[in-house]
């Protein structure tokens, strides 16, 4: 009994200090708004009251997620099959889709709207299970907003019901994300500023992993997530496409992944011997706060800004850096080839199933470029690691089609086949 007293006598104290202390906070703060040390104080304060929170039991389902969490690993093993089936029930157009003898490489193509980028995508979520950080990431992308920037409402009115399965691993276990969205009566939400939430219940190898995301209009916070156990992913993965501009974060880390494992060298010796000789070297450099990759060049007294280059290289030299950030897991590509010369097409195909042995890596690629599509077959690069397919759209359903590299490579031969129709 005595020990409680005092228990309850240390929590009073720790609540008055705060108490006491806060009532000047954003006076004391103001100044220094610019300053990163004094963000990340106040964001580590707020990660120790949560945890404070967590200890009522009334509250062990809300346990609230740092925005800048990592998400954890279930899978990251040397060898691994990765994703061998998959079923896309509900995702945009994609309803009861079955995709079987997923291989180490597998390649979509079709018609514009036949749901080539929604697949991805739906591979993505799968992979990501219930981190909902990732979930918002995508939505950026999906609306287009600039990096670091997103539109609740949007996102609100955007998000429907998804479900997605398959199975992972060396054991085929059985993985499954569900996400719905819903409105939550709950007593403790901001109702002048709640616009709904989302519950991601995901699974993987008989446990769940469960999280709800919180979404608000203006004032505070724009959202907020929860997970009791955490966020976490099937393994690590890479998303490209071409079209999303520079995001950053990804890149800079995917630069310092390609450096500490000695990697980067074989990527600037690929850009040399396939599109411009005199490249010397790509750095990341940092100048009154502004990072940018800088090319140094043969032909240049100063290293020159990456963007001053082609949109291939740009693509080719983005792409192959990603491989270091999904070692062990799966990297997805959208509409590989954009930009790309067609000559150049068969040693890049060759290079990515390269990247993909060196860092045992699935890769998932769309592309409606039928050059890009047959060199991952005109290569002679281990067309048993390919899968190709097909998705079609017959009235108004997306159908997918299989096909193997080896077969593929034979009808094309034969009669010139566009996997594309």
Known sequence: MEKDKQTNKFIDSIIEDIERNTGNLFINVKPYLNEKIYEEKIISIKEQLHLLLSLFPKNQDKIHVAANDKSKLLFDLESTKHITDLKIINYKGLQNISIHKLNKINVFAGENNSGKTSLLE???????????????????????????????????????????????????????????????????????????????????????????????????????????????????FAYYTPFAGYRNGKLYDAHAESTEKKYLPKIIKFLQASIDEDITNILLVEKNGLKRFLVEHKQFDTAM??????????????????????????????????????????????????????????????????????AFVDNDYKNDDISMYNLEVNEGKVLCKYMSGNRFRELNELVGIDLRK
Not at 332 to 355: C, N, P, R, V
């Open 305 to 374: 800004d990456l963007v001053h280059f082609g949109d291939g290289l740009q693509n080719i030299f983005k792409t192959a850096m990603l491989f270091a950030t999904a070692q062990n897991g799966i990297v997805l590509i959208d509409e590989m080839g954009t930009a790309i010369h067609y000559s150049l097409l068969t040693q890049y195909t060759k290079f990515i199933q390269q990247l993909a042995e060196a860092f045992n890596t699935q890769v998932f690629i769309t592309s409606h470029s039928d050059e890009c599509i047959d």
């Open 122 to 236: 739906a591979v993505r979520l799968l992979i990501a299970q219930n981190d909902a950080n990732d979930f918002l990431n995508l939505q950026q992308l999906r609306g287009k907003f600039s990096e670091g920037e997103l539109n609740t409402s949007w996102v609100i009115d955007n998000v429907k019901s998804i479900e997605i399965e398959g199975e992972f691993g060396a054991e085929n276990n059985f993985t499954q994300i569900k996400i719905n969205p819903y409105r939550e009566q709950n007593e403790n939400i901001n109702s002048a500023n709640y616009l709904g939430s989302v519950n991601f219940s995901g699974h993987f190898a008989g446990e769940n992993y469960d999280s709800i995301l919180r979404l608000f209009e203006r004032g505070g916070e724009s959202y907020e997530i929860s997970a009791k156990n955490g966020l976490h992913h099937l393994c690590a």
